[in-house]
């Protein structure tokens, strides 16, 4: 007979938050883990490495080795192709572009819909897609931020940092349709993509709030200044891979919690190769470092500069990288090579400090 090692499971504790058995029921009597739902999200399968080197990945990419795939290109052909090859990631974090917030220059870019609900229509589309690559255990991590309707047509300011962000007339700069998008209205695209994504079968498991100590100032009078975005957690199933340890609280009595879900963090400084909304590597930490199973697969479905690829490749997982532009993928597998450069440095003063003469 087993011996039971931890307290009754409780709700808050969930049999997804801890990679032991929760409790006796979920062993057999030999203590080998029962085949359950429950239990294959402790430890879950991953893809086969064959796979992740597949020639039609790899022949379509801008950058592959054995850890790492860049694949430029429309994410949802993109998506598409994953999906034939059969591969499955195990979490996906990414920030799609925000609704008029950036003119990257690209045919067929994402943001600049006329209408909102056609920004939300393509990203729903997107995430049904990121549904058939993510296994059944993943985790789905969704960074946006909201926009407020204008109408004022073209943008006057002689504001260097404002000019910068203003490309000419933005969809929120037109007249609008006067209901969503009329003068002064918060578009609410974050709380519309969550509700329709939860409507479309998705598992929403938290709103997490990135909370900004150090937010561009609203050039406005007459409301709060926004300091904050969202970080859904998104799941395919209730059985799904969660490990609290590395990310969560550490109590005086020594147990774990797992992390709130106000995170605040500094936006980026910008270092993201030349990308104006590069991801802050601490929004993607959580992330990776709770949902990513040993030998898992993280995608950026739209990559930019390629912080999460690369915080996947720095924390041993494996990971693939989306994104329009070949600039973009070039710079981030650039970043890539240099992270490669340093471990292959690494290894080798460890292997200089092993073989020290005389040590035997
Ligand atoms: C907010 S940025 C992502 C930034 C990224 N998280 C980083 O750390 O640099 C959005 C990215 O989506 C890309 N993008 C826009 N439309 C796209 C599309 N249709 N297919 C693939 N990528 C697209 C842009 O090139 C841009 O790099």
């Known amino acids: 007979m087993v011996q039971q090692q931890r307290s009754p499971v409780t709700e808050a504790d969930g049999p997804h938050l801890a990679l032991v058995p929760t409790s006796v029921s979920s062993v057999t009597e030999r203590g080998r883990l029962k085949d359950t739902p429950a239990n294959r999200a402790l430890r879950p399968e991953t893809t086969p490495q064959p796979l992740f080197e597949d020639s039609r990945l790899v022949d379509e990419s801008v950058y592959a080795d054995e850890h790492c795939v860049l694949l430029q290109g ?171 340890l590395p990310v969560g609280r550490e109590m005086p009595s020594g147990s774990v919690l797992p992390p709130l879900d106000t995170w605040e963090v500094e936006t980026s400084n910008g270092s ?24 898992g697969i993280v995608l950026d479905p739209f990559n930019g500069s390629g912080t999460s690829t690369i915080f996947a490749r720095a924390h041993g997982f494996r990971s693939i990288g989306i994104d329009l532009s070949r600039e973009y993928c070039e710079h981030a597998a650039e970043a890539l090579g240099h992270l490669d450069a340093a471990f292959a440095t690494e290894s080798v003063e460890d292997h200089d400090e092993l073989s020290e003469p005389g040590d035997d």
Not at 93 to 100: A, D, E, K, L, N
Not at 162 to 189: E, M, N, T, V
Not at 272 to 295: D, N, Q, W, Y
């Open 74 to 244: 429309d994410v949802k052909e993109r998506l598409r192709l994953l999906i034939d090859i059969g591969l499955r990631v195990d979490c996906i974090v990414t920030s799609p572009p925000y609704y008029g917030q950036r003119d990257y220059g690209l045919k067929g870019q994402l943001g600049l819909e006329d209408h909102p609900s056609a920004f939300i229509d393509n990203l729903v589309e997107v995430f049904g897609l990121c549904r058939e690559v993510l296994r059944e255990t993943g985790s789905l991590w969704i960074n946006i931020g909201d926009t407020y309707w204008s109408g004022k047509g073209a943008h006057k300011s002689q504001e260097v940092k404002q000019g910068a962000r203003r490309f000419g007339i933005r969809p929120q700069d037109r007249p609008g349709d006067g209901l969503w998008a009329r003068p002064k209205q918060l578009l609410l695209i974050p709380h519309r993509l969550a509700i329709t994504l939860q409507d479309s079968g998705w598992l929403i498991r938290n709103d997490n709030v990135w909370v900004k100590p150090n937010p561009v100032p609203d050039q406005v009078r007459d409301r709060c200044s926004v300091s904050h975005e969202y970080v859904f957690h998104l799941t395919n199933s209730r059985y799904y891979y969660f490990n609290r």
């Open 272 to 295: 993201g190769g030349g990308h104006k909304a590069s991801f802050s590597e601490e929004l993607v930490r959580i992330p990776i470092l709770a949902s990513t199973p040993p030998g």
